[in-house]
């Protein structure tokens, strides 16, 4: 396939809390530079767009050296945490900014969504920011109005279709948006973290219709979100973002396992020393939790031919009370796996254990985490545990007998026999 986006190098640095460089020795000193055909003196400082320290430079990178292609067709997500730079490459892309240094090559018509009322005037009915979206698009009245109706229809917006634009709500704003953009049939469409706005339903729908426009029309997509689901769902690349610059890109799986990894308890063990410390409540703490796996040496991986037992111990606060603990397991985007409970029991004050076990060949490979409900008389939730210790499962090549990727979260082994009739 042909390569629609090409980006090289691409920087963009911006100085905090100033227009310009905010001292006219250091306009005059740039502009003297540049005639010269010397680089910006001021692009050999700043710092790293890392939120999680102070800093001490007024220059921030809000890009650095940014690198990858994109081929037609291709939907590639772009995720990561809250400041990496993923809206300041889409600004870029979309050329409502110009990057400070690289180069950025671009085949095709782009209609982006940004934020909601992207390229909306708010005095502007909704029929009239039509035309107006369509045109900077490069399109004929014609063309427009042969998707007009179509439009309309997407955004479910007909009866306020000649009313101001202003006098939407944000998820009307959104849905007229996402119609323009994607009806009007651009070779590259753009889009960042919007849909959150919508609704469950409209976010579907969008959903789909970029699989479709993807599929069917070989149009190239770029999905912003934080939605790992969508991501998934969607995209069959991704790239990670991280302080400015491309920590990843590969295999949409591979990198949002890489992406959340770095944000999850990645340890087996947690252990309170007293009940006052630990988490907990007037009914119950948290003495224990514990991932024991069932293997020949501690520093082997654990691979899904293997059980794996959850060992949660607490400190039970009221004599005689009937408890019974509801046990979670999910993945690391927040995907619910499966949840199982254990049988009541009467319980008094002091010290509590229970064992819950994973069998071999339930669970497929890949990252999970614990979260524990202390439940009392069945029905009441004395305390939630919640995001508590996280284990990987590994591939076991040699149990599984098969050389390629398991889709889902549970791969379970069933009595299944293929034999001459």
């Not at 060949?361 to 979260?371: P, V």
């Amino acid at each position: 396939m042909n390569t629609v986006i090409k980006v090289e190098n691409l920087s963009k640095q911006y100085r905090l809390g100033e227009v310009s460089t905010g001292a006219l020795s250091h306009d005059i000193n740039r502009w003297w530079h540049k005639m010269r055909g010397k680089e910006d003196p001021y692009l050999r400082i700043g710092e790293d767009n890392d939120r999680t320290t102070k800093g001490e430079s007024d220059y921030v990178w809000a890009l650095k050296n940014v690198d990858f292609e994109v081929r037609q067709g291709e939907v590639m997500g772009i995720i990561g945490r809250n400041g990496a730079g993923k809206s300041t490459l889409l600004k870029i892309l979309s050329r409502t900014t110009s990057p400070t240094k690289g180069e950025l090559k671009i085949r095709g018509r782009v209609a982006s969504l940004l934020e909601v009322g992207t390229g909306f005037h708010p005095e502007l009915t909704g029929r009239d920011n039509v035309f107006l979206n369509g045109t900077i698009m490069g399109m004929t009245r014609k063309e427009i109005m042969q998707k007009f109706d179509a439009i309309v229809d997407f955004a479910g917006v007909e009866r306020y279709i000649d009313t101001p634009v202003k006098r939407y709500s944000s998820g009307m704003y959104v849905r007229l948006a996402f119609a323009v953009a994607a009806h009007l049939e651009p070779e590259i469409l753009i889009v960042d973290e919007v849909l959150a706005v919508g609704d469950a339903e409209f976010q579907k729908k969008c959903l789909g219709k970029m699989s479709e426009v993807s599929e069917k029309d070989g149009r190239t997509i770029l999905f912003v979100s934080h939605n790992m689901t969508a991501v998934k769902n969607l995209c069959s690349t991704v790239m990670y973002m991280t302080n400015g610059s491309v920590h990843e890109i590969g295999p949409t799986n591979q990198v949002i396992n890489s992406y959340l990894s770095h944000y999850v308890n990645s340890s087996l063990f947690q252990e309170y020393e007293n009940s006052e410390e630990a988490p907990g409540n007037q009914f119950v703490s948290v003495k224990k939790i514990e991932i024991v796996p069932k293997l020949k040496n501690e520093t082997d991986p654990i691979t899904i031919d293997k059980d794996v037992d959850i060992e949660f111990e607490f400190w039970n606060k009221v004599n005689g009370a009937t408890l019974n603990l509801s046990l979670g397991i999910y993945t690391i985007a927040d995907e619910h796996v499966c949840q199982v409970v254990s049988n009541p029991a009467i319980l008094p004050k002091g010290l509590c254990k229970s064992v819950c076990r994973i069998p071999a060949n339930f669970l497929n490979d890949g990252i999970y985490k614990i979260t524990i409900l202390i439940v009392q008389d069945q029905s009441k939730v004395l305390f939630e545990f919640s995001d508590t210790v996280s284990f990987e499962m590994h591939e076991s090549r040699e149990a599984s007998g098969w050389h390629g990727k398991w889709p889902g979260f549970v791969r379970p082994q069933f009595n299944f026999n293929l034999a001459k009739f």
